[in-house]
């Protein structure tokens, strides 16, 4: 039977995907492979806080999620303030475009 799993829109992708696959198969059933090297170049903590706090959002909306909305105000000092989105997109099986377009 497939299962239908939500999918976080930005950087929590990937950390809300392994939360869901983990409560819907438990940990046995995951594994972990290697893809090789991945380099990217370095960036300042200012450039990185709201990646951060993304994939924070993300495990807390997993954790309970009624404790935090779709968006937060990142505030850092002596910058301007950074929204940052933890919107979800529902399993695909669910949006009725799709489910017209494979019926």
Do not use: C, K
């Amino acid at each position: 039977m497939l299962e239908r799993l939500p999918f976080v829109q930005g950087y929590g992708v990937d950390l809300g995907l392994l939360i869901d696959v983990l409560r819907l198969v438990g940990s046995d059933r995951i594994a972990q492979t290697d893809l090789g090297v991945r380099r990217h170049r370095n960036r300042p903590i200012d450039e990185l806080s709201p990646q951060a706090l993304a994939v924070l959002l993300a495990a807390l909306r997993r954790a309970d999620h009624d404790l935090v909305g779709t968006s937060a105000l990142l505030r850092r000092p002596d910058l301007d303030p950074v929204v940052v989105s933890v919107a979800e997109r529902p399993p695909l099986r669910d949006v009725p475009a799709y489910r017209r377009h494979t019926a």
